[in-house]
């Protein structure tokens, strides 16, 4: 090494203290600023410059640099996304939070070269912006942005040597291009996944929001969507008036296995059964609250008793009420299979105190 290139490295030693403060503040502003954006991300990596790698660096091109600043990756920070799309969402946070040196910066994703899917990341030069400690601000640092699927092909061709001075015969260089070429396809396609799925979501909503339930598919997406219309606020309340009763919240996405299990597939199937069935699953609430003192009743109650009401309508009985009593508390499979209840337990004993209380009722004599 050169008297040139020792003095780099000299440099190098006293600004490693402020590299690693500099790392420190990046890190966290750079956190920071994800979260508040909620841009996940799959990993952070960052590292200063081990002086052994230094070194060798400036064996070989020493002479490039005038002073220890023309080095610009001696603090590396890289940014690993999930979908590509995110990776441009990470710039345009970059570039606000720091200051840019665009002249040396450089987005490798435009070489358009079919094996450098690896490579195809952003790597931008960066300063703290004004407002920092000024022995700080002048020091830059390198942020290289990349999705997973880059991140992974780029440590498989570093460990496969691929890259390396050693010639490679044809047949493996077009291995590899093949192979880059169905990545960055995988890359695209799961961003215009999410692209498609986050669509759909919308659409249901708005569907869900202007009451066409008739053409939406029932499932745990579509069913939250439709509770947050509170679809059973109206039974709760006829039900907690018997009593002047308090409701208090309590989960209703227990509820859709059962409703899947009665052969309803979409969210105007359950609205149906609210709108038939709303005076049945009264009565039945009635026939067991109505004689007691009980002022605290939960948002399930609804619910409940339209399901059982359902139930007991198509024939279900006693195991039918007892499989949904099962169920909301956690203690059936999901697909409710038509499988003997145990009726010598808590559920089975309540599961007969319904079925009793519902025979006497006008729903059940038709």
Same mark, same amino acid.
């Given at each position: 090494m050169d008297a040139h290139s020792e003095s780099l490295l000299e440099q190098f030693r006293q600004r490693k203290p402020l590299l690693v403060e500099l790392e420190a503040i990046?890190?966290?502003?750079?956190?920071? =600023?994800?979260?508040?954006?909620?841009?996940?991300v799959t990993a952070i990596d960052h590292r200063v410059k081990e002086e052994r790698s230094l070194a060798g660096k400036l064996e070989r091109k020493g002479s490039k640099y005038k002073s220890i600043d023309d080095i610009t990756d001696l603090l590396? $920070?890289? /940014? $690993?996304? +999930?979908?590509? !799309?995110?990776? !441009? %969402?990470?710039?345009?946070? /970059?570039?606000?939070?720091? #200051?840019?040196?665009?002249s040396n910066s450089v987005d490798k994703r435009k070489l358009h070269?079919? #094996?450098? +899917?690896g490579y195809n990341s952003l790597h931008y030069i960066c300063r703290l912006p004004e407002g920092a400690p000024a022995e700080l601000c002048r020091i830059p640092f390198e942020i290289q942005m990349r999705t997973a699927?880059?991140?992974?092909?780029?440590?498989?061709?570093? #460990?496969?040597?691929? %890259?390396?001075?050693?010639?490679?015969? @044809?047949?493996? /260089? *077009?291995? +590899?291009?093949?192979?880059?070429?169905?990545?960055?396809l995988v890359d695209n396609e799961f961003s215009r996944l999410r692209t498609s799925?986050?669509?759909?979501?919308? *659409?249901?909503?708005?569907?869900? =929001?202007?009451?066409?339930l008739e053409e939406v598919p029932l499932n745990a997406d579509t069913w939250d969507?439709?509770?947050?219309?509170?679809?059973?606020? @109206?039974?709760?309340? @006829?039900?907690?008036? /018997?009593?002047?009763a308090e409701v208090f919240p309590a989960p209703l996405?227990? +509820?859709?296995?059962?409703?899947?299990?009665? &052969?309803?597939?979409?969210? &105007? #199937?359950?609205?149906?059964?609210?709108?038939?069935?709303?005076?049945?699953?009264y009565l039945l609430a009635l026939s067991r609250v109505g004689l007691t003192d009980i002022d605290i009743i939960t948002e399930s109650v609804g619910l409940m008793n339209l399901c059982i009401v359902h139930a007991l309508q198509n024939g279900g009985g006693t195991p039918a009420v007892c499989r949904i009593l099962d169920t909301v508390s956690g203690g059936?499979?999901?697909?409710?299979? *038509?499988?003997?209840? !145990? *009726?010598?337990?808590?559920?089975?004993?309540? =599961?007969e105190s319904i079925v009793r209380h519902a025979s006497s009722l006008p729903f059940m004599q038709r």
């Open positions: 990046v890190l966290q502003r750079l956190q920071e =600023a994800l979260n508040q954006q909620h841009i996940q590396g $920070i890289r /940014v $690993i996304t +999930f979908y590509t !799309d995110d990776v !441009d %969402k990470v710039a345009a946070l /970059v570039a606000q939070m720091f #200051d840019i040196d665009w070269e079919l #094996d450098s +899917f699927l880059q991140h992974v092909w780029s440590t498989l061709n570093h #460990d496969t040597g691929y %890259k390396s001075d050693v010639q490679i015969p @044809r047949e493996y /260089v *077009r291995q +590899f291009g093949r192979l880059a070429g169905m990545l960055e799925l986050a669509d759909y979501r919308r *659409r249901m909503q708005s569907l869900v =929001a202007s009451g066409q969507n439709y509770l947050l219309t509170h679809p059973f606020d @109206r039974l709760n309340n @006829r039900i907690a008036a /018997v009593n002047q996405q227990p +509820f859709l296995p059962i409703l899947i299990s009665f &052969g309803m597939q979409t969210l &105007g #199937d359950v609205q149906q059964m609210v709108d038939s069935q709303s005076d049945n699953a059936a499979q999901p697909e409710l299979q *038509r499988t003997a209840c !145990d *009726r010598s337990g808590a559920n089975g004993a309540l =599961a």
